[in-house]
């Protein structure tokens, strides 16, 4: 698949942008394993979610990718986190960065 910015998930998630259907990265972090996974959404949610990862990996110039990755592992073995504590952007900042990486891509 192609890297970055033409990731297929980073380019419907910005189409997604465009069109005004892009769920907010409170909502989307919000969501139960259960919700994530109501059959309407669960595509959507694991394409926004890439691009997320997506974003978070490259932009800067991966100046965040160390901390995503050290906060991935920590969330996988059970231990309680919040993405703010690992990479300091608050949920206001990240959106805006995230629909900022968007843009570029498009």
């Given at each position: 698949l192609p890297a970055g910015l033409e990731h297929p998930s980073?380019?419907?998630?910005?189409?997604m942008r465009e069109k005004g259907t892009l769920p907010s990265l409170s909502v989307l972090f919000g969501l139960t394993r259960e919700t994530f996974h109501t059959p309407a959404d669960r595509n959507?949610?694991?394409t926004v979610s890439?691009?997320?990862c997506r974003c978070l990996l490259e932009m800067d110039g991966g100046s965040y990718a160390a901390d995503f990755l050290e906060f991935l592992y920590d969330s996988y073995h059970g231990q309680r986190t919040a993405?703010?504590?690992y990479t300091g952007l608050d949920s206001a900042a990240l959106e805006k960065r995230f629909h900022q990486y968007l843009q570029e891509g498009r």
């Open positions: 980073v380019q419907a998630t910005a189409a959507r949610n694991y890439g691009a997320v993405l703010p504590d």
